[in-house]
């Protein structure tokens, strides 16, 4: 199982970023996904999580500009991000609770991480 996140880049302050992330592999089901950034010199910190049911969680930083949604039946979680601002540069990784098949044909169920995309907010 992987994930495979998208739509980084360098965008203007107060521009808009959409990010998408797509776990692939013999997946049975996905619980919670989610949306977390690390910024140079600081700890990775959750921005957003969505549920298999849709209940969402934001970060006080981001919330009333950033929303999370998904799509179940492709196994994607996207991160719609607006009014950016120069902080919210970061990478953003994508994670997703999977419970799948692995290559030996063993059920397992962990946390997947996504390699991580760039977003840099600057004029």
């Known amino acids: 199982v992987q994930l495979v996140e998208s739509g980084g880049g360098l965008v203007q302050p107060g521009g808009s970023l959409r990010l998408s992330c797509a776990a692939s592999?013999?997946?049975?089901?996905?619980?919670?996904m989610g949306w977390y950034r690390q910024a140079p010199g600081k700890e990775r910190e959750v921005v957003a999580t969505?549920?298999?049911?849709?209940?969402?969680n934001y970060a006080a930083a981001v919330n009333g500009r950033f929303t999370i949604s998904r799509e179940n039946a492709k196994n994607t979680v996207y991160l719609q991000m607006n009014s950016l601002k120069p902080e919210d540069t970061a990478v953003y990784y994508c994670?997703?609770?999977?419970?799948?098949?692995?290559?030996?044909?063993?059920?397992?169920?962990?946390?997947?991480w996504g390699q991580g995309t760039l977003v840099t907010v600057s004029s």
């Open positions: 994670n997703a609770a999977v419970d799948y098949l692995d290559y030996g044909g063993v059920r397992r169920y962990r946390e997947i």
């Open positions: 592999g013999n997946i049975f089901r996905i619980n919670t």
């Open positions: 969505i549920t298999d049911g849709g209940i969402t």
